[in-house]
T-cell receptor, first 111, second 114 residues
Framework: QQQVKQSPQSLIVQKGGISIINCAYE??????FPWYQQFPGKGPALLIA???DVSEKKEGRFTISFNKSAKQFSLHIMDSQPGDSATYFC??????????WGAGTKLIIKP | EAGVAQSPRYKIIEKRQSVAFWCNPI?????LYWYQQILGQGPKLLIQ????????DSQLPKDRFSAERLKGVDSTLKIQPAKLEDSAVYLC????????????FGPGTRLTVL
């Protein structure tokens, strides 16, 4: 119940295309859902986050869609650019404030 | 604002040797986290400090791993003795408080155990 399942494991998208990464969870007590971006040799950095009382949040080219009834949330990257090539992690915050992390998606944007 | 600092960046040791990692969090951040990130996986929380007290160390292999946060600022994570399966990136992160949403990560220490 404390797991967050992330898919796909890897993703290749053409420049200008839409990248979509999905996550699913079981624990309805999770109250905060961030996405982190990690470049090689760097630590993860917060990209965008959402709370379960909101169905969508958009920041620039990045959008989180949240489906509370399905217990799923996804990251959409519009107009994907080569600089977006990185590993993306979804996470969920448990009641003890711990983040439960997905396994990550390696995104490659082809020029 | 300076970020989270970690050292060393890379370490190669033989199995059964000991190793220590150091972390300096962002100034004023009360909460400090140590994560283990195995290649191809998400970060796994090892231990969480609130100031200089341990909040959660349930996933820390206490027979070989230890951590301390002296004076509620810098922290060290030690492995003694190391096993092959400890090869991973060890990430330190900090946040203003444990209830604060954003965690700020350091660059990590890549440990290779031969």
């Amino acid at each position: 119940q404390q797991q967050v399942k992330q898919s796909p494991q890897s993703l290749i998208v053409q420049k200008g295309g839409i990248s979509i990464i999905n996550c699913a969870y079981e624990n309805t007590a999770f109250d905060y859902f961030p996405w982190y971006q990690q470049f090689p040799g760097k630590g993860p950095a917060l990209l965008i986050a959402i709370r379960p009382d909101v169905s969508e949040k958009k920041e620039g080219r990045f959008t989180i869609s949240f489906n509370k009834s399905a217990k799923q949330f996804s990251l959409h990257i519009m107009d994907s650019q080569p600089g977006d090539s990185a590993t993306y992690f979804c996470a969920a915050r448990a009641s003890n404030y711990q983040l439960i992390w997905g396994a990550g998606t390696k995104l490659i944007i082809k020029p | 604002e300076a970020g989270v600092a970690q050292s060393p960046r890379y370490k190669i040791i033989e199995k059964r040797q000991s190793v220590a990692f150091w972390c300096n969090p962002i100034s004023g951040h009360a909460t400090l986290y140590w994560y283990q990130q195995i290649l191809g996986q998400g970060p796994k929380l090892l231990i969480q400090f609130q100031n200089n007290g341990v909040v959660d160390d349930s996933q820390l292999p206490k027979d070989r791993f230890s951590a301390e946060r002296l004076k509620g600022v810098d922290s060290t994570l030690k492995i003694q003795p190391a096993k092959l399966e400890d090869s991973a990136v060890y990430l330190c992160a900090s946040s203003l408080d444990r209830a604060y949403n954003e965690q700020f990560f350091g660059p990590g220490t890549r440990l290779t155990v031969l």
